[in-house]
């Protein structure tokens, strides 16, 4: 066999193993979530001796389902829609404005990457609260901007750099003005990012527990689908079943958007990378 082959054999070798490690502890939370209680507390590994779907029908009902989905959904629309507004909108202005000042408000805006959530969370709780940011559906979805943005900001800045802005001077001399130039000329061509961002921050948002945590109350009009499976940990006793459900049908919406949209993310990150 090729040499090169052979290493590239290995190569997938490998990787299949490291997919089957990721994969494995998904597939055991999917498997019992098909079993009863004394199943799951004898054998967690074991397949299910028989498989029901009454998990299924007491949590939907019990977290009440249909109405945390929305709640998933505004928050999610509502914080992913801010990100790319605000990310492009920066962005593009800092990008074209090449002064110090400009430069060192860029780093500013991206700073917030290496900054860990929970050395600001007491913070970030306090400011909320005197915003009226918290307990809120609308609150919650826009305390996500903040932290979303410097990512945005972070890929945009690169890739509006490569559109030429002879494009831009263009627009001008017709008589378009900066807003129009970015609304109607520079966003469209940021679409194969802009779907990359999207996808991202929908994993993201749509999955976080800890924001949530902190912002959210016990009420089923303000609870998103992940804080509703931590709902069935208790200090002394845990429906393993039921939680195991709930994770299954707070992720399930999250997964079909990432199959569906996955070949976006690499076009999104390759995009503007050949010049011609």
Known sequence: MNPKKSRLLVIEMIM???????????????????????????????????????????????????????????????????????????SYKLS????????????????????????????????????HLSNSVLGLGIQYWGFGAPL???????????????????AMIDGASPFKIFHSIIFPLLKPVTATIIIINVMWIWNDFLLPLLMVNDSNFTKTLTLAAYTFVGQYTTDWQYTMTAVVMAVF????FFIVMQKNIVKGLTAGSVKG
């Open 16 to 90: 299949i193993v490291v997919a089957l490690v990721f994969i494995y502890p998904i597939f055991l939370v999917f498997m019992n979530s098909f079993k009863t209680f004394s199943e799951v507390m004898s054998n967690v590994v074991a397949l299910p001796k028989h498989i029901t779907v009454a998990n299924y029908y007491y949590v939907w009902k019990y977290i009440n389902y249909p109405r945390l989905f929305i709640n998933n959904i505004i928050i999610t629309t509502l914080g992913v829609t801010g990100i790319i507004f605000f990310g492009a909108l920066a």
């Open 96 to 131: 074209r404005t090449t002064t110090r000042y400009s430069w060192m408000l860029f780093m500013f805006c991206i700073t917030p990457i290496l900054i860990p959530f929970q050395t600001i969370m007491i913070t970030v709780v306090k400011v909320a609260k005197i915003l």
């Open 152 to 170: 945005a900001v972070f890929i945009y800045h690169g890739f509006i750099k490569g559109i030429p802005k002879e494009i831009e001077e263009s």
């Open 253 to 256: 919406p999250s997964i079909i």
